[in-house]
């Protein structure tokens, strides 16, 4: 799968939250989301740009747990990349999968999110502890498929969220000074 993504910093989330019930936005749900990030034995993934994490995520009904990896973001403009994710039973165990392997946990991003979907886009509003606010706007593609239009899907939605300026291609991590 291909996450085509844009992320923006945002000055006041409670305006970009009336802003898309404005243009129609569906409201999801909440949820806080633990992320810990690993790094490669083989490889630093800051310098091939791309992601191992598990995150825990907990909503008012569930607690699950994904083990994702991302690759290399594929151009200057968005953080488009491929993304592979599985969901798992025990996230203590897949970590210490991981860490068995020679993988070695780096850094913890924690973040409340709040998540609405437009059209076939997901909207997510971003508190992340140390970085900020910020609107992630994405849509999943197949490989293969030019997402050029789904950017520009992305880019307008912005636009009608009064969005302009502040787009951001760091990853938390990036952000928070890990690498």
Same mark, same amino acid.
């Given at each position: ?27 999801? !749900? ?79 991003? !924690? ?69």
């Amino acid at each position: 799968m291909i996450e085509v993504e844009v992320k923006a910093h945002a000055e006041d989330l409670n305006e970009v939250a009336q802003h898309l019930k404005v243009i129609g936005a569906e409201f999801i !749900k909440k949820e806080h989301q633990e992320d810990l990030y690993f790094n490669a034995p083989h490889r630093d993934f800051a310098q091939t740009d791309e992601a191992l994490r598990v995150r825990n995520v907990t909503d008012e009904n569930n607690k699950t747990t994904f083990i994702t990896y991302k690759g290399a973001k594929m151009d200057q403009l968005s953080k488009t990349r491929v993304e592979i994710e599985v969901g798992v039973e025990d996230p203590l165990k897949s970590g210490a999968i991981l860490e068995n392997l020679g993988f070695r946990p780096v850094a913890k991003v !924690k973040k409340k999110r709040t998540i609405y979907s437009f059209q076939d886009l997901f909207i997510t509003l971003d508190r992340v502890e140390g970085a900020g606010d910020f609107v992630e706007i994405e849509k999943d593609m197949q490989e293969g498929q030019d997402y050029q239009e789904a950017l520009n899907q992305i880019f307008a939605v912005y636009a009608k969220l009064g969005i302009e300026d502040g787009f951001e291609r760091r990853s938390y991590l990036e952000i928070l000074g890990v690498h």
